[in-house]
T-cell receptor, first 116, second 111 residues
Framework: EAGVTQFPSHSVIEKGQTVTLRCDPI?????LYWYRRVMGKEIKFLLH????????ESGMPNNRFLAERTGGTYSTLKVQPAELEDSGVYFC??????????????FGQGTRLTVV | DAKTTQPPSMDCAEGRAANLPCNHS???????VYWYRQIHSQGPQYIIH???NNETNEMASLIITEDRKSSTLILPHATLRDTAVYYC????????????FGQGTRLTINP
């Protein structure tokens, strides 16, 4: 069974440009999460999808970030326009359920974003 | 979610048991204890979780004190590949499922 996959693994863009990160969750997982770690800081939650609906987007830093999950399958996270402080590693995770058993989140390898 | 306190770093000899402590003195009755680890440049990896009973799986054991204010993750026979940052996280078992990562414990397994 394939795990959570993220594309690209690395991205280097100039300040002001747009970047779109993609996450494919484990098949059948309705719950999809985005997290990020910026340099020297802790891993921080960004948002949580249940199928195609945003369950919790309290961690989104500002309106330059747009997350979508059309059809409840893969998700994209767009940063437009990118700023220097957006550099970091963006992780995607998915889980089968939010309660009871099978609530553990499985993470992808992350996308390392560098804004120059 | 309750906060957790972990030592910033620990060392353990290869082949020995690694015992990683975590304090969560303000844990609520409906909050579970989760452990994740992050091996360098990889995504966080789920290890184990529990509510109040001790748990064991193929990776580790989780010992939770009777008052649930602290817990210990045990890697029974540590290998070099267990070198990683280990995160102890408490969160409710239902509803909002975001993980709140702290600084974790950087565990180094020495040959």
């Amino acid at each position: 069974e394939a795990g959570v996959t993220q594309f690209p693994s690395h991205s280097v863009i100039e300040k002001g440009q747009t970047v779109t990160l993609r996450c494919d969750p484990i098949s059948g997982h309705d719950n999809l999460y985005w997290y990020r770690r910026v340099m020297g800081k802790e891993i921080k939650f960004l948002l949580h999808f249940v199928k195609e609906s945003k369950q919790d987007e309290s961690g989104m830093p500002n309106n330059r970030f747009l997350a979508e999950r059309t059809g409840g399958t893969y998700s994209t996270l767009k940063v437009q326009p990118a700023e220097l402080e957006d550099s970091g590693v963006y992780f995607c995770a998915s889980s089968l359920r939010t309660g009871g058993r099978d609530t553990e989140a499985f993470f992808g390898q992350g996308t390392r974003l560098t804004v120059v | 979610d309750a906060k957790t306190t972990q030592p910033p770093s620990m060392d353990c000899a290869e082949g020995r048991a690694a015992n990683l402590p975590c304090n969560h003195s303000t844990i609520s009755g409906n909050e579970y204890v989760y452990w994740y680890r992050q091996i360098h440049s990889q995504g966080p990896q789920y290890i184990i979780h529990g509510l109040k009973n001790n748990e064991t799986n193929e990776m580790a054991s989780l010992i939770i004190t009777e008052d649930r204010k602290s817990s210990t993750l045990i890697l029974p026979h540590a290998t070099l590949r267990d070198t990683a940052v280990y995160y102890c996280i408490v969160r409710v078992g239902t509803g909002a499922q975001k993980l709140v990562f702290g600084q974790g414990t950087r565990l180094t397994i020495n040959p």
